[in-house]
């Protein structure tokens, strides 16, 4: 069966859809995975798929995207901000040097750092909760460097 692009206005019009929504094809929307909420000393708290930002669906660059949201105002983000980050392999980790980065070490602690790098290798990771002093993460699993904020208005 055929249906014209007449009929299929009015059946996403009916259904309050897009007319796109009814067509068979690939999808850009990817589900992204909420890995908690960052408070005021930079760690994730509630661990994963935290209950109040569950379903975030958003055009994404790839599928290693992560994402936290803040609870509090953490250096140039607003409280409620959802900070969107993509996990890297070692290979590519200088795309991660000077840049505000989601951490997760071996002892499954997620933090917020701005990373200095040397190579491949972490020399610093100074902190957004206004605490003096550089911290060095030597234990690291992935790194994903924050490409994108959505602050809720």
Known sequence: MTVSLDWLEKIAAALNLNVANLLPGPRDVTGIEILGNLGTDCRVVNGHGAADAAALSI????????????????????????????????????????????????????I?????????????????????????EVDLEWIAPVYMAVRYV
């Open 59 to 110: 055009v994404a660059p790839d599928q290693n995207a992560v994402a936290v949201k803040l609870t509090v105002a953490l250096g140039p983000f607003d409280e409620g901000t959802m900070l969107i980050g993509r996990r890297l392999d070692a290979p590519t980790l200088e795309d991660a040097n000077g840049r505000t980065c989601l951490l997760k070490t071996r002892s499954n602690n997620l």
């Open 112 to 136: 917020l750092r701005k990373i200095a790098l040397d190579g491949k290798r972490i020399i610093a990771s100074m902190p957004f909760d206004l605490k003096p002093g550089v911290q060095s």
